[in-house]
């Protein structure tokens, strides 16, 4: 079959055509952060894509399979016109394309199937038309080499709404109406048994909902850092990353037991159309939908055509779809009011969801060690103008950070810095522990928070840096676990030097090189806030434990950094 041929006819017995196999979910997380930032858009888009590994592209069946009854059926030729449609909207869209065959010839004009639009996007093969279900699968496709042109408005609409079984709605919704902060907030809170989001590089409601959630956090302040900070809370928070809302919906529909329906599944973002068709179904389990109000979001069903398909045709089977059929099917026929634009750029659109599918899922375990130096007083200007110190800067983005650790991390924390003579090369102002456990009484998370919160550089102290680095990796050498990340973060401003510690920068990776334990690893990950942090060493104790740095030359940017390390840290 070349390349432009499509099945006319399916086996015998073999219903529709199938969606493409999931990968498991452990499958789909990347191990490289950084993403590679290639000269031409089409491979921007492809590389973000592939990156996420998103579902493997679809083989429909070559032909018929012959029974004993039919030894042989000759197999149809190309379709006049091949079309591909998101999954909810197949089934309209092929009663349209049937209405086309009124003869009910065996090789129809018109072939109909449904892929999931992450994929149609990525994918070699392209259809004649193609119905995803938002006009930012076009944007993406674009960027890999695409070829479709949207004809007229969209056929249809369907609002994203934030879902959950009707026995826990008031957890997260009140009078009619939701918010995206208001689920981060209930996770921090550990309000929500569960919080299950749809793949966001492979179907709409993921796409969609990422993009919301980070614009609603962005509302929330004007420091860029810190609303990525609030946005990734959530991905920390989640249960499942990388659900297909089709068999969401169906694991749900099959459940009778409420807790468990609850404590799998929990709250979720749907399409309007979809939570209307399980409605529809009378499950024993009912569920609740309600509009984020902080961050409206909708699918759109673009009708793009291809170039070089026959548009007369594609016509025709535009004019079949009736406005009646979509709005019985469950859709809205016109735009809802009040929802967010989507961005232009490939890359805008796509690299908050390649990070949250990258972001890798394991027991986590992690040292901080911040700097508390002397130069940690120093005034710098932050965003918008706001006056302040890089201590200041560091209390407000490390209030968020705290946040952005889920509840299997252990932690600790240090501070490095001295003006004694003979003080200590760091102190231990948080115990490690599990982030749940008791710490005087509360949880060792307040106790970040609070310590973060009560953050004060000490004036005049030096900068032990090489020092602490080398005692807290040793510390977290002897808590290594497996399936276990271990890691140990260092913010610091300047320089190692002013103590009683400092040593060269060659003595140090000697010593660090000496600890290397490839049965008990240990990354380091770095950050260097402000111009004159040690990039150079920074970088190096990076590398030499298979770790990162990163740098914040502007103290403003730091919030930024900040969320570029737990990214490293999770990849």
């Not at 690893?521 to 942090?533: C, E, F, K, N, T």
Request: hydrophobic share 45%; aromatic share 6%; charged share 20%.
């Amino acid at each position: 079959m070349s390349d432009n041929e499509w099945p006319r006819e399916l086996p015998a017995g073999h219903g529709e055509w199938s969606e493409p196999p999931h990968r498991p979910r452990r499958a789909l997380l990347a191990a490289a952060l950084v993403l590679a930032v290639l000269a031409a858009a089409g491979g921007l888009t492809w590389q973000l894509m592939r990156n996420g590994a998103s579902a493997p592209e679809a083989e429909p069946t070559a032909a018929p399979i012959p029974s004993a009854s039919s030894p042989s059926v000759t197999p149809c030729p190309a379709p006049e016109l091949s079309v591909v449609a998101a999954p909810e909207i197949e089934p309209l869209v092929r009663e349209a394309a049937d209405t086309l065959n009124p003869s009910k010839l065996r090789c129809p004009p018109v072939v109909v199937r449904a892929e999931e639009p992450g994929t149609t996007a990525v994918a070699k093969k392209r259809p004649d038309v193609w119905i995803p279900s938002s006009s930012a699968w076009l944007t993406v496709a674009a960027g890999a080499n695409g070829t479709f042109s949207a004809s007229g408005k969209p056929i249809a609409y369907s609002p994203v709404l934030i879902a959950a079984p009707e026995g826990i709605a008031t957890l997260y919704a009140k009078d009619g109406a939701t918010a995206w902060t208001g689920l981060i907030k209930g996770a921090t809170e550990n309000r929500f048994p569960t919080i299950t989001m749809p793949d966001p590089l492979r179907t709409t409601a993921g796409l969609l909902s990422v993009h919301a959630v980070h614009a609603a956090t962005a509302r929330t302040t004007s420091d860029a850092g810190i609303a990525r900070l609030r946005a990734l809370t959530l991905r920390s928070r989640l249960e499942e990353a990388f659900a297909d809302p089709v068999q969401l919906l169906d694991r749900m529909g099959r459940e009778t037991d409420p807790t468990t329906a609850v404590y799998d599944i929990g709250v979720f973002p749907v399409l309007e159309q979809q939570l209307k068709a399980y409605q529809d179904v009378k499950h024993q389990i009912r569920l609740a939908g309600f509009p984020p109000a902080d961050g409206r979001v909708e699918a759109d069903y673009p009708f793009a055509i291809r170039k070089g398909a026959d548009k007369d045709l594609a016509a025709q089977l535009r004019a079949a779809i009736s406005k009646p059929a979509v709005a019985a099917a469950g859709f809205r026929t016109e735009p809802t009011a009040g929802v967010l634009e989507l961005p232009d750029s490939v890359s805008e659109l796509l690299t908050p969801a390649q990070q949250w599918a990258q972001y890798k899922d394991v027991a986590f375990q992690v040292l901080l060690l911040i700097d508390s130096s002397g130069s940690m007083n120093e005034a710098i200007t932050g965003t918008g103008g706001k006056k302040g110190t890089k201590a200041s800067l560091l209390r407000e983005s490390g209030a968020s950070a705290a946040e952005l650790f889920s509840d299997d991390t252990t932690i600790g924390m240090w501070y490095f810095g001295t003006a004694a003579r003979n003080g200590p090369a760091h102190t231990e102002v948080v115990p490690y522990g599990p982030i749940t456990g008791k710490v005087e009484g509360d949880s060792r998370r307040e106790a970040l928070q609070a310590q973060i919160s009560a953050y004060k550089p000490e004036q005049s102290a030096g900068t032990p840096l090489y020092q602490a680095v080398l005692d807290g990796v040793a510390a977290m050498r002897n808590q290594v676990k497996k399936e276990t990340a271990s890691v140990v973060v260092v913010l610091t401003d300047g320089a190692d030097g002013g103590t009683r510690f400092a040593m060269s920068n060659d003595a140090f990776l000697k010593k660090l090189a000496a600890t290397q334990d490839p049965a008990r690893p240990v990354s380091i990950i770095a950050v260097g806030y402000g111009p004159d942090a040690n990039m150079g060493a920074l970088n190096g104790m990076a590398k030499a434990s298979g770790g990162k740095a990163f740098a914040a030359r502007n103290p403003a940017d730091l919030a930024s950094a900040m969320a570029q390390a737990f990214l490293a840290a999770h990849a």
